[in-house]
């Protein structure tokens, strides 16, 4: 890398730490209590990777992420989903409209919500499978096929999907294949004591104010870019791998807790997840590459809804979160 490239690249790390830091801290002043769900947002953001976020009702999942927005100056659109919910409804449909003149007529394609940069599925598990795809084709292939014509999205896209963990009657759960294109799932818990007397202080129908887009959107594109570049040294790399090969029960690096737990295991594309996104953390904190404490840190986001427990694990209320806890500890010997 001649010099002059190695200064841009050096001004776009600082740029994307400045922004990352300006983010926490006004957010901070909207959310309280949820530092770690930021921190989290923040790296699937900052990695070009789609969300899965968890919680009970009135944890403000959804003003975070039209926070979020209001911080990005991205174009944000929120769909509720229902079970009536059809997938035109939210790749757009072609409508038949005639000319000026009145006398021809043809189909003219109407986009819908999904053409935006940041998504707000909300309450993704409450509509049937067949509008379930759409969305989910869209965040693979980032583009929407409508009548045989494909339409691209325009980068930045992401999104961030919320499911209600209880009140399952009438839902439809998310297959595992699907479940896997999301990089990171985020559990939200309730606020501490201390924080929830700090929350009851604030009107009930107080909204974010003052807030102001931080960078311009191609920026994020090329933030998403300087992560993919990053640096990883071989020994992060292969315990990567080492964490997700031992959530396989047939792998030969699984233990009989594994076994007796898990029915499948992490794939592939979850070692490439749990990279990308310790890097972003590991900018996060201000260095230039991954360690394998950036692992630990995110192999729960990374791991908890790629993996399959068995009636095993069921029966004895052993959840995917403690499993791959086992698996970061079994790594760190």
Not at 22 to 50: C, N, P, Y
Not at 182 to 207: G, N, Q, T
Request: with cysteine; net charge negative.
């Amino acid at each position: 890398m001649n010099p002059e490239d190695l200064k841009a690249a050096e001004q776009g790390v600082a740029r994307l730490r400045e922004c990352c830091a300006t983010i926490q801290k006004q957010l901070a002043t909207v959310l309280i209590g949820q530092d770690e769900v930021v921190r989290l947002l923040l790296t699937g953001l900052m990695s070009g990777g789609h969300m899965l976020v968890i919680g009970v009702p009135g944890l403000a999942k959804t003003m975070m992420v039209k926070a979020l927005s209001d911080l990005l100056g991205w174009d944000f659109r929120r769909i509720q989903f229902t079970p009536d919910l059809m997938p035109a409804d939210i790749t757009g449909t072609e409508i038949l409209q005639a000319d000026e003149s009145g006398q021809r007529r043809s189909l003219v394609f109407h986009r819908g919500p999904i053409f935006a940069n940041l998504i707000l599925a909300d309450e993704i598990n409450r509509t049937p499978p067949k509008t379930q795809a759409a969305l989910l084709e869209a965040m693979q292939e980032l583009a929407v096929t409508v009548s045989g014509r494909t339409y691209p999205l325009a980068p930045p896209f992401i999104v961030v999907a919320t499911q209600n963990p209880i009140e399952q009657e009438g839902t439809y759960p998310l297959p595992e294949a699907q479940l896997d294109r999301f990089m990171l799932s985020i559990h939200v818990e309730y606020p501490s004591h201390a924080d929830e007397v700090e929350i009851a202080a604030l009107p009930i129908r107080a909204k974010s104010s003052g807030l102001t887009p931080l960078a311009k959107r191609e920026e994020f594109t090329h933030f998403i870019t300087i992560i993919d570049q990053m640096p990883v040294s071989r020994h992060v790399l292969e315990a990567a791998v080492g964490i997700t090969a031992a959530s396989r029960p047939k792998d030969e690096s699984a233990d009989e807790y594994v076994k007796r737990y898990v029915a499948w295991g992490a794939g592939p594309r979850a070692t490439q997840h749990l990279v990308t996104a310790s890097k972003a953390s590991a900018l996060l904190d201000g260095r230039p590459t991954p360690e394998i404490s950036d692992l630990k840190r995110m192999a729960v986001p990374v791991l908890r809804h790629r993996l399959v427990a068995n009636y095993n694990a069921l029966g004895e209320g052993i959840e995917s979160d403690a499993i791959v806890r086992h698996l970061v500890e079994k790594v760190g010997k």
